[in-house]
């Protein structure tokens, strides 16, 4: 059986992120909380979106810059636990984000006169960034060519496909799982991806699940 033939083939597009910091920072909790009311909302997607572009696998526990930094210069196991288990996705759009880390911030302060507080080389030092999006040469017109060049692509790929475009977009889907479903007719397949969710996990890992979906359908198409 001939390979179904794509509609429009798949552009495969790197980035690459150019960071600016701001002049804002949180040397405790309670100035973390009226910082994260203050920044530019670019700053927010920056410290949660943006942290699956940047963070290690030795990271991935905390979900966000906001829980990192609760866990690795204050120290406060509470407030961390509570800053991880917010995934960004489930918001719709960065201003509810913001309002809900502000609210988790404020509720953990509450009843206490004081916070912990650091010296600035250990503050929390807001950023945004800017994405530059990078060609990369490879393009797919069936799902043998996609699963090749999505096993090959440099993970930045996998964020800008993936994370970058349905945190940006209107779409609740990614340009993954949108190209599966309008230019091979792959519905199913695309529900699969839409469903697998980056949060608290790598861009490799997330690759390494897609190209599990992506051997499991070619399969099927075996005769």
């Not at 597009?13 to 920072?25: I, M």
């Not at 309670?30 to 942290?51: K, M």
């Not at 913001?98 to 250990?122: A, N």
């Not at 800008?160 to 349905?166: A, G, P, Y």
Request: glycine letters at 4%; one cysteine or more; charged letters at 30%.
């Amino acid at each position: 059986m001939a390979p179904r033939v794509a509609k429009r083939p798949f552009t495969f597009t790197g980035c690459v992120e150019l960071r600016q910091t701001l002049d804002v920072h949180a040397l405790d909790e309670r100035e973390l909380g009226h910082r994260l009311q203050e920044v530019p909302a670019e700053s927010i997607f920056f410290h949660t979106f943006g942290y699956f572009l940047r963070h290690r696998p030795v990271t991935t526990a905390y979900g966000n810059d906001f829980a990192r930094w609760a866990a690795l210069e204050l120290g406060d196991r509470t407030l961390t636990e509570r800053l991880a288990v917010v995934d960004p996705f489930a918001f719709p759009d960065v201003d509810a984000l913001r309002e809900h880390l502000v609210t988790i911030v404020q509720d953990h302060l509450r009843g206490r006169d004081e916070s912990r507080r650091v010296e600035f080389d250990r503050a929390f030092h807001f950023q945004r960034s800017h994405l530059v999006e990078v060609p990369l040469g490879l393009t797919a017109t069936n799902l043998t060519e996609f699963r090749a060049g999505l096993a090959s692509v440099d993970a930045s790929a996998i964020y800008l496909h993936i994370v970058e475009t349905r945190a940006r977009s209107e779409r609740s889907t990614g340009d993954f799982a949108e190209w599966l479903r309008t230019s091979l007719d792959l519905s199913a397949l695309a529900q699969r991806f839409d469903h697998l969710d980056p949060y608290l996990t790598t861009l490799e890992r997330v690759r390494g699940r897609l190209l599990g979906l992506l051997d499991e359908a070619l399969e099927s198409e075996r005769p």
